[in-house]
């Protein structure tokens, strides 16, 4: 059988596709670390258990850095050429910050599209806190930005983010799971006008609008969501 080959701008933002056995065991580490961080904070060890972990992270970490690293450069090449391995879109999305499942600094967030909205999902433990007990704000602008940028699945074109509006309403707590939700707003020329929200059971916590730039040509809506154009608006 041929193996399935990618494209860069055929992949849906925040997803991969499933997991080689390469990845499953590089997002369990990644747990691991995870959770190796969180026991790090206010870790109440003395000077000497402290000193041997550091000496076995440090061991753990060397033997790492004798295995090198895939060359993105190399991953792009591939994608942007249709020619991507299954492997190489992983790599693309599995290692984003907050939502990518095989990065230790992701909850992981989980994303995905449920009809004209994207929605998150994600439980923040004290690495992420800011005010005692709570999530800090500028996590929950990465996990928007992330979020928010998803709403480029509805439309060609990929850019980056604008300009972010964040409006914290209320304390968004630590350890609780945390809904999101973003919305296309509108498309004007190579801009993306969105919008999201931010929950915590029933209490919304954020608001915010944002604004995606396209890096080439306007955005138009997918044929599929070709209904979310405002009637005075053609698609
Ligand atoms: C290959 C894959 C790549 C895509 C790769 C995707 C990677 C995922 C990124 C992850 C998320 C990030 O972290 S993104 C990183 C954070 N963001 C950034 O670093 C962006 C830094 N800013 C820039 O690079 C630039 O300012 C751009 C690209 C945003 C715009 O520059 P430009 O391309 O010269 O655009 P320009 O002609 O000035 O403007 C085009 C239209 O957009 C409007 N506009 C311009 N800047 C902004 C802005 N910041 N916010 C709102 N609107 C803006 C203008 O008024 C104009 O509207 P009109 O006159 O036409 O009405």
Redesign the pocket.
């Known amino acids: 059988m041929t193996e399935q080959t990618f494209n860069?701008f055929d992949l849906p933002?925040g997803e991969s596709p499933e997991p080689t056995p390469v990845s499953e065991q590089r997002r369990e580490l990644a747990r691991e670390l995870l959770a190796i961080s969180e026991q790090l904070v206010r870790l109440d060890a003395d000077e000497s258990a402290l000193a041997d972990y550091t000496a076995q992270a440090r061991a753990l970490r060397e033997q790492l850095e004798s295995h090198g690293h895939r060359s993105m450069r190399d991953i792009l090449g591939r994608l942007?050429t249709g020619q991507g391995s299954r492997q190489d879109a992983l790599d693309m999305a599995e290692f984003e910050i907050l939502s990518g499942p095989a990065s230790p600094l992701s909850p992981p967030m989980t994303l995905w599209l449920d009809g004209d909205t994207v929605r998150g999902s994600a439980t923040f433990g004290r690495v992420f806190m800011g005010p005692p007990g709570k999530v800090h704000g500028g996590v929950l602008a990465l996990a928007l930005?992330?979020l928010m940028?998803k709403t480029q699945d509805f439309v060609t074109g990929?850019?980056?983010?604008?300009?972010l509006n964040i409006r914290y309403l209320a304390p968004t707590p630590l350890n609780t799971e945390i809904r999101f939700e973003a919305r296309l707003n509108r498309l004007?020329?190579?801009?993306l006008f969105v919008e999201a929200k931010v929950f915590a059971g029933d209490t919304q916590t954020v608001e915010a609008t944002g604004?995606w730039?396209s890096?080439?040509g306007d955005y138009r809506l997918r044929d599929r969501f070709a209904h979310l154009a405002p009637a005075d608006q053609p698609a």
Do not use: F, H, P, S
């Open positions: 860069y933002i942007i930005d992330m940028a990929l850019g980056m983010t604008g300009t004007e020329g190579r801009k604004i730039v890096a080439r």
